[in-house]
């Protein structure tokens, strides 16, 4: 199956692993590329969790009796690890990148470059698609959600196209879309179609709902010292994360304790987000807006 690059991988797998005999959390598996680089470095008492709600993920789970497969979303991560008995980890690692081979699978409805169903659900299993989304939300919620999630810069536009063209004939296919899409575009159009399908993706998957859960968790189940290492790729992500490092919450306010002392949950290793050289990019294109923070846990 067609994974990308594993993106920052040597930086994030030197970031995330102090202990060799610790156990630690991939928590986006994928193509299983970061899980088998942190296996080669812990030793035969290390412990390697990984999650991922795509099925197709299984396909990749290698052959080591210290990896166990967890087949959910990250955001349950404190439920599966108090079901197998762990109450703290030493590290936790998400790219929260979207898989080469997601965009690749024509029918997954993620990539505006294929014609399929307007899908685009990462767990197969789930209730909403971005066809659902298309065909009911009204006109503020989508304005709101190309918005926030796409930064569509004419998104009160397109929502009000949206809900003309569908009151004629109901959303279907990418092509559908795409056809609605095409004489309202705003600059380059494969940069625009790409804002608005991320934007439907995110709302579909409740990324930054489940992105908000798994920092709570990770929170609690990290030792004192253990590291939490993030690669994101938009700014919707990265300022979630800088938030979070620096107060412990999404709203970036400091919080202060009885005696006056703003709360600081973690020690920031990176004062400045590492991002991929040039090299790697050159390489791997889908590395080219990732940016890579880490922490450790206070």
Not at 210 to 229: I, T, Y
Request: no cysteine.
């Amino acid at each position: 199956m067609s994974y990308h690059d594993p993106v920052l991988l040597t930086q994030s797998v030197d970031a995330l692993i102090g202990d060799v005999g610790g156990i630690y959390i991939d928590a986006t598996f994928g193509g299983g590329g970061h899980s088998r680089a942190i296996l080669k470095r812990l030793d035969s008492n290390g412990k390697l969790l990984g999650f991922d709600q795509d099925e197709d993920a299984l396909a990749n789970i290698p052959q080591d009796d210290r990896f166990l497969f967890v087949g959910n979303n990250f955001r349950y991560l404190k439920r599966y690890l108090r079901l197998h008995g762990i109450k703290t980890v030493d590290g936790i690692l998400a790219d929260l990148g979207v898989s080469s081979h997601q965009l690749n699978k024509a029918e997954r409805g993620f990539s505006y470059r294929f014609d399929a169903d307007l899908d685009m659900r990462m767990n197969q299993q789930g209730q909403l698609t971005a066809r659902d989304i298309l065909n009911t939300y009204t006109i503020e919620e989508l304005q709101s959600l190309f918005s926030e999630y796409g930064e569509v810069r004419n998104s009160k536009t397109l929502a009000k196209a949206i809900v003309a063209e569908r009151s004629l004939s109901k959303f279907k296919t990418i092509n559908d879309f795409l056809r609605l899409l095409e004489p309202i575009v705003m600059g380059k159009p494969p940069r625009y179609f790409a804002q608005v399908f991320q934007a439907l993706r995110i709302e579909v998957n409740d990324e930054m709902g489940a992105l908000k859960a798994f920092f709570e968790a990770s929170l609690e189940v990290l030792k004192p010292s253990g590291k939490l290492v993030i690669i994101s790729y938009h700014s919707l992500e990265d300022r979630l994360t800088k938030n979070f490092f620096k107060n412990g919450n999404f709203e970036g306010k400091h919080q202060k304790d009885f005696y006056g002392n703003i709360y600081r949950p973690f020690k920031i290793i990176t004062k400045k987000a590492i991002e991929p050289s040039k090299e790697e990019v050159q390489k791997n294109s889908r590395a080219r807006s990732a940016k890579m923070r880490v922490a450790e846990k206070v």
